[in-house]
C-alpha cells in the first residue's frame, strides 16, 4: 500500500528539518537532497513500526500552511507492506548474533529486539538485530568503575 504525507522542510541551527503535519517526530539533513531522502527513510520506518505492531497510521491532511518563515511543504510517497518488512526467524537472528536459540528469545523478552507477527508465525526485525551487531555488548556483567579517591597509585617497581 502507499502512504503519502506532508511535511514541512525548514532551517535549524545546523541542518535543514523535515516534520509531518500529522505525526509526532521528524528527520534532518544537511542539504534539501538529503533532508528529503531522510524523510522518505522516517516515513517508511514509521509506517513499518504501525504495521508490525497493529497501530493505526493517522489520517493524511495537504495545503497545510507551513509553521516556520522558511518552511515549505513537500510531499512524501512510501510503498509499504508487512510482507516486505526485512526480518528474520528465530534460529536466523540467533545465527547472525552468534547466540543461541534460547538467547534469542530471553532477548526478545527482554525487549532487545523487536519481533512481529505475519501469517501466525513471530519474526525478528532485521533492524533490531542490526543495532544489536552494530552495540556489541560485552559479555559478563558490566564493571563498576572506580571513583577518584578509590583509585591508587601504582605500585614503583622494585628490582
Known amino acids: 500500500m502507499v502512504y503519502v504525507y506532508e511535511f514541512e522542510v525548514y532551517k ?7 516534520d509531518p503535519y500529522d505525526m509526532l517526530g521528524g528527520t534532518q539533513g544537511v542539504d534539501f537532497k538529503e533532508v528529503c531522502e531522510m524523510a522518505v527513510d522516517w516515513l517508511q520506518m514509521e509506517v513499518e513500526h504501525c504495521l508490525m505492531h497493529d497501530l493505526p497510521m493517522p489520517e493524511a491532511t495537504f495545503g497545510n500552511k507551513p509553521k516556520h518563515k522558511d518552511g515549505q ?6 510503498q509499504v507492506e508487512k510482507e516486505n518488512i526485512p526480518r528474520y526467524t528465530f534460529a536466523e537472528a540467533a545465527r547472525q548474533l552468534g547466540v543461541t536459540r534460547g538467547r534469542v528469545s530471553q532477548m526478545v523478552d527482554a525487549c532487545l529486539l523487536e519481533t512481529f507477527e505475519l501469517d501466525g508465525r513471530k519474526w525478528v526485525t532485521k533492524y533490531s538485530v542490526d ?3 552494530a552495540e556489541r555488548p560485552k559479555a559478563g556483567r558490566p564493571r563498576k568503575k572506580k571513583s577518584e ?10 628490582a
Open 12 to 18: 535549524g541551527e545546523k541542518f535543514l528539518l523535515a
Open 73 to 78: 511543504n513537500i510531499i512524501v510517497a512510501v
Open 131 to 133: 543495532a544489536r551487531l
Open 149 to 158: 579517591d578509590e583509585l591508587e597509585e601504582p605500585a614503583a617497581l622494585t
